[in-house]
């Protein structure tokens, strides 16, 4: 990742996976991809803090990566109630699916969903940070 880009203010993770978190926050770190990373272990949780900062743009994240399979709130149900919030926080808020799964179904639904710029497969890397970069 070249040094001379600015660093994405914020990122907020949603994932149910501990370990995949761990390894999601030091890429960034590690790259300087974002000043500042937000974990939810929900999408829940992600849909909450959403709520809560949706009139603030300093709070709300540039970036979500989002994972597909989580318990009770997947990144499914996270969609269809993101797509709920104002054009603001739609526009400020750039949706990435971070996922393991490889049902063609998934990604395809996933894919075809306006609010989301991009499908990565697990795990993230320095590769797929660049790849972001270039599409938001």
Do not use: H, W
Not at 4 to 16: G, S, Y
Not at 100 to 115: A, G, L, Q, Y
């Amino acid at each position: 990742m070249s040094k001379d880009t600015n660093p994405i203010d914020l990122v907020m993770l949603v994932d149910d996976n501990d370990t995949d978190n761990f390894i999601s926050r030091r890429i960034i770190e590690i790259t300087n991809f974002a000043q500042e990373v937000i974990i939810k272990n929900s999408g829940k949780g992600a849909l909450e803090y959403l709520e809560q900062n949706r009139d603030d743009a300093d709070k709300l994240p540039d970036i979500i990566i989002l994972d597909i399979n989580m318990p009770i709130v997947d990144g499914f149900v996270f969609l269809y109630e993101f797509e709920k919030f104002s054009s603001f926080v739609k526009n400020k808020c750039k949706v990435i699916i971070l996922s393991s799964s490889d049902n063609k179904r998934d990604i395809d639904k996933i894919v075809n969903n306006e609010n989301v710029i991009k499908f990565i497969t697990k795990p993230l890397t320095e590769n797929a940070l660049d790849e972001i970069k270039a599409v938001v």
